[in-house]
């Protein structure tokens, strides 16, 4: 277990820190927080978050020992000593470690895992992040959230299929990208990521195969995986996935679904070609292999819009369509949507009324207003102007600082550069010197498990002077 | 698939009905809304949606079938002809019947999925429904939504366990109850629903076993069902659920995890005694028997509080504890939560990050701003004083229309009044005479498979108007 808490120990209080420290575990462990017989942090894990020398723990754990609370373990670091349990002859209830290990779903990557609990460390420079910073949120929202609409609109449960107002929106907004659906074939999800696990859990089985490119965003996930489908990785060149690839394992009869982000691809940046769109389609058809297009970049083109959805070619219904407004709006609103066949549509929101019953209504509300305001062109354009200047001024540095070493395309939107050593190196131990140096990366490897030498950088998220320090420290972690 | 939408045909607007129909269905199979080979909602079920002559909608489709977009199929109904594809080659493609046929997890119960659409029919009046009544909903939320807070706390992605500030509130909160946490152990979620799915995927694995009262919402629900686990009734009477079966199943190794309603339980509206959860905590404690304790109705008391949690008994970490705002402050906000062991935290917050990447961070903040200025207290008053008066009115109302053939017990607290009918009768036939009269029941079946003879009604979500017609409906549909 990783060791977090936003308490600490105060300084100069009247109390020593070993005392705050040993009261501290005290209350964790009469709390059951931390049950008999559990694993507690280790001294040093302590120590390192407590800010506090080793020794006071030391002290710490002293104490606690000589009370009967806590006992060293060989073998397996110091326990809650079962003396401490309510009914003491019990000596670990339940063994939760074990249920910890064997639920259904999957475990993060470890690496992710350390990125989720290393993005909230104070000042960390965070270079890989796949968001945009907060001074891209829109101000408008401001005059949306004073409006106060009638209650019974933002705080009821929300129809399966999301609240009828935001489904009209997003309807008309996929209008203008030659999607024409009605409401009624919109789902309206708790971000993009939970339309991914719908599918799997709604429309795949068990030892489905989902094919996407590689490297792609979906490797770096668990959601397939963890429903027991398995993955096949297509080539990428700059017009996007080979078609080639596609037509040997489609024809193949490998693969019940194909995954694609074609527009600004997580983490390439490759945009697919209107070509090549027309190919993967066609073999889709042929194949009847169904598509997921994950789009949520769409709406981020900096130099020209990219060519028009798979979704728009689609009037056989093959394509569930997802949306986002996380990389846009703000992803703390949590919303995002999937078109395709009603039938699929309906599917997938009776799963989605067992998973939440429904996205936020107060988050669906406020996206409804935004759109239907105009807001939203508005706010694009601005986030428009605002990545450009970012992305110049990452290349920028790139150019100065890694010209040598690496090498990288311009993404034509989007938030990522790809990238690429010209040697192998080992990016985990890249990875470990920049986090140690308050740097956070996202290395090639969680988008393609073989990768040695990318790294997927944004442009979204640091400040100008974060990028600045951060590159710097980058090019001086490379060995 | 049920025929939904909000389209409607609009008379006198020079375009014959059956004409406006026909193209409102060729926009549906141009668009792949309604896929080549899929099959199309009966002329019966558009008719009534329309709220049109069934002849018009057969003019309909006489003119969609000279078209050759729609053809009768013999045995399955009328399907979107394959000359309508785009590549007219293709009969269907994909068979999205199968792949929704096949996903891993289970679908809604029937009544379930009839429950969850019928609560859109304008003026139904819901006799069952398990939220607060509009009016119920917080004014003093307008307060909070005008304080508008930094942009970075409510639209930036939450940490995995949720806005330190709600946890923080959550952990004050529940040490009211005599439950002693710190907000490192406690887990933000999207409503109590998904805490029992992260759970499931998260902690148990396939063929587990879950116990839990019998009838007992958990019931109606398919979140452990659908990741391959059994459920095990456990019997109830008035002071909670029987302790010598559970020690009968946990006993013999039967049953993985306990799950239980204690206070106010759903359906049922039982309060389990102090004794009783003594007796049900040592049970579990010899058994090493984890505890899933559902508690979203606490703080809905009407009489007199019911007793402490079971989480408050509880120095070993054996209970993870439910909690939720959605009856008490609103269900559209999704916020709920989960204390338990810190390992169990981190696992299920892993597993939340894979799942949705957390909570609405907008409905987070404005949460943990309603319970920081005190209002909730207040706020819980007045819901406590208006539920108290439409259980006397629903009770007046019982004793007035169904005396001589139902029974049932005035509940303490929460929202519900578990129906007893005196002699056996077809409820679901009840269930569809009612909602043909306009009246929405939840049927006893839900709650346990073999009832017959029960109905769970609340007095938490129709006006006193409604209740007055409603339980005159139910009364006069009785056989």
Redesign the interface.
Known sequence: ??F????RPVRNNGMPLYRQIADYVR??????????G?RIPTERAIAQVFGVNRSTIVQAFAELTADGLIEGKSGSGTIVSAA????NE?PK?????A??K????R??QRTI?DI??A??IPDIIRLGTG?PS?DL?P?A??RI??Q?PP??D???????RGL?PLREEISKHMAGYGV??????VLIV??A??AL?LI???????GSSVLTESPSYLQS???FQ???MSMIGLPLNEEGMDARALEHYAGSGKGTLLYTIPSFHNPTGTVMSLNRRQDVY?LC??Y???IMEDDAYRDLWLDEPSPPPLKSL??????LYIGSMSKT??????IGWVIG????I??LA??K???????????QW?VAQFLRQGLYGEHLDHVRKELRARRAYMLQLLDYYLKGVAEWVEPAGGFYIWLRFKRDLSIHALFDAALKDGVLLNPGYLYDKTDQNHLRLSYSYASFEQMKIGIGRLAHSIP
Chains 1, 2 share one sequence.
Do not use: C
Not at 4 to 7: L, M, P, S
Not at 154 to 160: H, K, L, T
């Open positions: 277990m990783k977090e808490t936003n308490w209350a964790k462990i009469e709390s059951g927080e931390w049950p008999p559990s401490a349990a309510w009914d019990v209830l339940p063994d939760w470690e249920y910890v064997t639920g259904v779903h475990p993060n895992q989720n609990h993005e909230f968001e907060p949120y101000k929202m401001n959230l004073r106060l209650q019974t933002i705080f009821g449960y929300p129809e399966p009828y024409n659906v009605s409401p009624d074939s708790s971000g990521l939970q696990q799997a859990l709604g429309l795949l089985k068990n996930l668990q959601v963890s429903a027991g066609q058809v042929k009847k292999l169904p689609d009037q056989n219904g093959l394509v709006l703000s992803p703390g609103l949590r066949p009603e039938q699929v309906h599917r009776d799963v009324m067992q998973s939440d019953y429904g996205a936020s209504t107060l988050s406020t």
